[in-house]
């Protein structure tokens, strides 16, 4: 793992009009072995240390670069989609995420510098993109700075050090740096969460979905367990109908949900959708939460339930 101190992320345009490339000048740069797993599959055959070290060396890159709240926790979230794409399990993401997030981040910064604390000959490390034109280009400002006897160098050795293209900077700068968050439907991921994985697994994930009547739903903001003043879509999982209502605590009002869907319960609920979701699915039902209503008020959210069930077409009611 290359850990930068002070590190400075410089866009430049250099001397080729084509060439855009990011220059990440640091001091002491460090090479660790780690680098080259960034993007190690959960199911490799690499050692399972290594392996369960990815998470947290990733997610701790983060803290330590990333220093905007809202776009580290976009970060983690991006990283996460990915581990989990790479099967990585959940729980040991999420620690990893966890304990990254709780480490201050001036520990990280200082960490290369305590350990190297011995050599106390200064370097400035300029690292550029393993690339022909970049290479040329680096040496090349390696000179110029050199002759031009800056004062940010004075006393440092300046040296150039040419990286494999970095998925994780690649991932930085796509997502949270120059980008807006992403709306969508997350898993809060608590262990004992009755609608995430750890639970019920009645949460659908995404930014959108496709209905049984071709119409699609998109989430309006980010949402998770935790989100209240919502619209949401119950969908039968077993045959796709769908029910659209309103509620001001997701997790609450699914457990009356589920309480009212469970077919040991040999009550009729007063709700179409329950009564459906009792036979035809075992009391079973996904949910997508999508739009977040920006008030407080029982009768606001009631309107823009009744927009969507003009617009969508439930069936379930
Ligand atoms: C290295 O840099 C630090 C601060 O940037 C400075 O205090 C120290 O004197 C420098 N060491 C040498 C050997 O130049
Ligand atoms: C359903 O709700 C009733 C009354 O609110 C409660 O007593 C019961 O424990 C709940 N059952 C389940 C399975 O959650
Ligand atoms: C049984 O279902 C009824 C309505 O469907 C509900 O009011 C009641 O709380 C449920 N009871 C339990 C024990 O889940
Ligand atoms: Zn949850
Ligand atoms: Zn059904």
Not at 84 to 98: F, S, V
Not at 163 to 189: A, H
Not at 240 to 245: C, P, T
Request: proline letters at 6%; aromatic letters at 6%; glycine letters at 6%.
């Amino acid at each position: 793992m290359q850990r930068p101190q002070r590190g400075l992320l410089h866009m430049m345009t250099p001397f080729f009009g084509f060439v855009k490339m990011f220059v990440l000048v640091s001091r002491r740069f460090r090479k660790q072995s780690t680098d080259s797993f960034n993007y190690l599959h959960f199911g490799s055959n690499h050692p399972w240390h290594t392996k369960r070290n990815i998470p947290y060396s990733l997610a701790r890159r983060i803290r330590g670069i990333v220093s905007n709240k809202g776009h580290r926790i976009q970060s983690y979230l991006e990283l996460r989609k990915r581990l989990i794409t790479k099967k990585y399990p959940r729980p040991l993401i999420d620690d990893a995420l966890k304990k990254a997030e709780s480490t201050p981040r001036l520990t990280i910064i200082n960490s290369g510098a305590s350990k190297n604390a011995k050599e106390q000959t200064n370097i400035t490390t300029l690292v550029t993109t393993h690339h022909p034109v970049l290479d040329k280009i680096g040496a090349e400002i390696i000179t110029i700075s050199a002759r031009a006897g800056l004062d940010c160098l004075k006393g440092t050795k300046l040296v150039h050090a040419k990286r494999q293209p970095p998925n994780l900077k690649r991932l930085l700068t796509r997502t949270n740096i120059f980008t807006k968050p992403k709306k969508g439907v997350i898993m809060c991921n608590k262990p004992r969460c009755g609608l995430c994985i750890h639970g019920h697994n009645n949460l659908l994930e995404g930014e959108s979905i496709k209905l049984k009547n071709g119409k699609v739903i998109t989430a309006n903001k980010l949402i998770n367990c935790d989100s209240t003043n919502l619209v949401y879509c119950i969908i039968c999982p077993k045959c796709s109908e769908f029910y659209v209502g309103e509620c001001k605590t997701l997790r609450a009002r699914m457990n009356l949900h589920r309480n009212h869907s469970n077919p040991g319960n040999i009550t009729t609920p007063p709700l179409k959708v329950n009564q459906h979701l009792k036979t035809c699915a075992d009391g079973h039902f996904l949910v997508f939460p999508f739009h977040v209503v920006h008030t407080n008020h029982q009768i606001t959210r009631e309107a823009y339930e009744k927009h969507f069930q003009k617009v969508l077409q439930p069936t379930l009611h």
